[in-house]
């Protein structure tokens, strides 16, 4: 098959979860034989270069430099257009467009078929959970989060914007599900809720594990005997990570053999709160700020516990790598990491807000090293069963054959 995926961004070394689903998905259908065309207004090669990417059977149409937080109106109008002109040469069979957008895709195809993904359920507790609390602290300073408050934006950019409301005053969309062929569900309660409102084909897909990234684990810059809880992620409030530290000062209250690891950048103002925290037990609490997504490996095989307390997650790679690597998990009660933490037996499932229920998990945890262990077994045990990208692949391909 020829299979079309534009996004918004496409790097070979990818810091968030989008860019590490959009990173493994064109690989994983290439590596199956299907040529794979990434359209992408944003592109960051560490690693490859667009010739060895051709090597391995994706194409990589890169069309501006200019960064957002997902595949904006204007971004998915100019994405449409490298792509029409792509298709005077060739017919695609797929476009899966992975960024939860509405694109001029949804009404003309190109003769392919159109996939999307949908992330949560739409629920009203659901939807309370993503507009309010930490989450609207966050949404409202999204810019400001990566750096981009005071940056302008290009001519092109501005005079696409017009062009696209345009676009969408003429050729209307409710949702990025409008129109659609098939969509693939983060988890299974956004599955039961969209196989239900859809007449679209629907598909449970999750997140995979990046195996080779962990052939080869690079030590952190610390090494110490005492009980290690990791956090990584973005340093912003939905992602629970201010609750973790609240969890954690407390349990020093009346423990001194333990330790928080923190990997992850965020805005100026949240770092500086960051570094208030770390101040106040510079002894037990160490921030690493970003690292280089192949170092990853090296922090999550040397500690003991990896927690991910964001308030809502449509499906955390990060707590099933860390699962891979046999540790205990501590993870959100909301969202579709529950489909691969079952509570009590590879870790707990929990409601990050709740400060005091996190502590008690994590004084669990190192109060009983060996029930650690046993956890990241079944951890680990439980991954490479169901949650691989060769499994991811299966879905993607038998959902696409399927469809067609």
């Known amino acids: ?44 090669l560490h690693h490859e270069t667009k010739e060895t990417l051709r090597a391995k059977g994706i194409a990589l149409h ?15 109008l100019r994405c449409f257009l490298t792509a029409l002109r792509l298709r005077m040469a060739m017919r695609f ?49 999204k810019d400001e989060e990566e750096g981009w408050e005071d940056r ?13 409301d345009l676009w ?15 969509v693939f ?43 290690v809880f990791l956090f990584i992620g973005r340093i912003a409030r939905r992602k629970g990570l201010f609750h973790l530290l609240a969890a954690f000062g407390e349990l020093r209250k009346s423990r001194e053999d333990i330790e928080l690891w923190i990997v992850g950048r965020g805005s100026k103002r949240l770092t500086e709160e960051l570094e208030k925290n770390v101040a106040r037990d510079r002894e037990h609490i160490f921030s690493f700020g970003e690292i280089p997504h192949e170092r990853i490996a090296g922090f999550m095989e040397h500690c003991c516990a990896f927690v991910d307390p964001m308030i809502y997650q449509g499906f955390s790679t990060s707590v099933i790598e860390a699962m891979y690597c046999a540790k205990p998990v501590i993870a959100s009660c909301f969202g579709g990491t529950k489909d691969a933490v079952t509570n009590g037996k590879e870790g707990f499932l929990v409601d990050p ?18 029930g650690a262990e046993a956890m990241g077994r079944a951890g680990a045990s439980r991954v490479r069963a169901h949650f691989l990208w060769r499994h991811v692949g299966d879905i993607l391909e038998s959902s696409f054959r399927l469809s067609r």
Not at 62 to 76: G, V
Not at 168 to 182: E, G, I, S, W
Request: include cysteine; proline fraction near 6%.
């Open 1 to 44: 098959m020829r299979i079309l995926l534009p996004t918004h961004a496409f790097t070979d070394s990818p810091a968030s979860g989008l860019h590490t689903v959009v990173w493994n998905t064109a690989r994983e259908l290439a590596r199956r034989g299907h040529e794979v065309h990434v359209i992408a207004t944003y592109v960051s």
């Open 62 to 76: 890169a069309i501006a430099h200019f960064n957002m937080h997902n595949l904006s109106k204007p971004l998915a």
């Open 93 to 141: 069979d797929w476009i899966y467009v992975l960024d939860s957008a509405r694109t001029p895709f949804h009404r003309f195809k190109l003769g392919a078929r159109l996939a999307v993904r949908v992330l949560s359920p739409d629920t009203p507790d659901v939807l309370k959970l993503l507009t309010s609390g930490d989450w609207a602290y966050d949404r409202e300073r």
């Open 152 to 164: 302008g934006k290009p001519l092109w950019y501005r005079i696409f914007s017009l062009l696209a």
């Open 168 to 182: 969408f005053v003429l050729f209307p969309l409710k949702h990025h599900t409008d129109r659609v062929d098939l």
């Open 185 to 227: 569900c983060q988890g299974k309660d956004t599955f039961d809720c969209w196989s239900r409102k859809l007449s679209a084909k629907t598909a449970e897909l999750l997140n995979g594990v990046e195996e080779e990234l962990f052939k080869v684990a690079q030590p952190p810059p610390r090494s110490t005997r005492r009980f």
């Open 353 to 370: 807000r709740d400060e005091g229920a996190l502590k008690e998990r994590m004084e669990r945890l190192c109060s009983d090293p060996g």
